[in-house]
């Protein structure tokens, strides 16, 4: 039997395989090359002016500078972050769609008895970003300057207190929820369509307490309509030197807050998260990004596209236990 022509097949067909595989490895650094020739859309899942679009603008701007691009700010607020996620979900994976995600991604899946998306399936994590704390405050009008006195009212009141937040389980709300469960606080829930009204609705007196991101309620309490009792950040920040932990006052070990992240769509190019990580990680080390987000109350953070991978997966098992807790779900 002739074997010659058998050979000869198998060695061509080990020659294609190989300059393939050449090809593949030389396209993946070209691919981070060429990437990005055009502009950039960020979806923020949030509505404009809020506090995670103040900070991601910020960032969008920056990263924009590193790659040579517009990065276009697109918010598609709705649904705890949902709608935007999901817009993202379903968009090419090509790098010009991202997600600017924050921690409402790991609590939906929790939340909602139903998603469209699949938050470690349909997406891969490029960086952390930023942090921002949140802020126990209070209506003027209550007697108390401290958690202590604070919690002692609110005893001395059961069922007649309420307590706002942006929405049905977003972090706001869990935030204090974990507050009156820890304290043993009777008090009334009142969800709202966002920061801003919750905010508006303390100021009126409408409600006596909330939870909510510092860089929301930093000029309410400086222009003194709220106080700030505590903040969820594990040491004192700088911006409030004199305003306690909640972990000093009552629960030891207690940190949270509304952190904020970049992800794309899950088939996106390696090349191109890696490139897109670069530049988010240089824009963070920038002195005026920094600066501007100091301002906000908001602490850069940082990270590689698996780390930030870990981290979204430890907020998954987290806030499963918490809302699991609070008995709350969305249809």
């Not at 929301?216 to 305003?243: C, H, N, Q, W, Y």
């Amino acid at each position: 039997m002739n074997r010659i022509p058998q050979q000869r097949s198998r060695l061509r067909i080990l020659a294609a395989v190989a300059a393939a595989a050449t090809l593949a490895c030389a396209g993946a650094p070209a691919l981070a090359q060429a990437w990005p020739a055009k502009p950039i859309t960020m979806v923020v899942p949030f509505p404009p002016g809020g506090p995670t679009d103040l900070v991601a603008r910020v960032l969008a701007q920056k990263i924009g500078e590193q790659l040579g691009q517009n990065v276009v700010v697109d918010n598609k607020g709705g649904a705890n972050g949902n709608i935007g996620a999901m817009a993202v979900a379903r968009a090419p994976a090509d790098g010009y769609t991202i997600l600017y995600n924050t921690s409402s991604i790991t609590l939906s899946p929790a939340l909602y008895k139903s998603l469209s998306y699949d938050v470690e399936k349909d997406f891969a994590p490029v960086a952390l970003t930023a942090v921002v704390p949140l802020a126990l405050v209070v209506h003027p009008s209550v007697p108390a300057n401290t958690v202590q006195e604070f919690v002692a009212y609110a005893k001395a009141h059961p069922g007649k207190l309420t307590y706002g937040s942006a929405g049905n389980g977003n972090v706001t709300h869990l935030g204090a929820f974990q507050f009156v469960q820890a304290h043993g606080i009777d008090a009334v829930h009142a969800p709202f369509k966002g920061s801003a009204p919750a905010d508006l609705a303390l100021v009126s007196g409408d409600i006596q307490f909330l939870t909510d991101t510092v860089n929301s309620v930093i000029g309410f309490v400086k222009e003194k309509r709220m106080k700030m009792l505590a903040v969820t950040t594990a040491k004192r920040m700088s911006l409030f030197p004199d305003v306690p932990t909640l972990a000093e006052s009552g629960m030891p070990g207690f940190e949270t807050g509304a952190w904020q992240g970049i992800m794309v769509p899950a088939a996106t190019p390696k090349p191109v998260v890696e490139r897109l990580n670069a530049a988010v990680v240089k824009a963070l080390q920038s002195p005026d990004v920094r600066a501007k987000l100091a301002v906000q109350g908001a602490e850069p953070l940082g990270s590689t596209p698996a780390e930030y991978g870990a981290y979204v997966k430890k907020e998954l098992a987290r806030w499963a236990k918490v809302v699991k807790a609070s008995g709350v779900t969305i249809e």
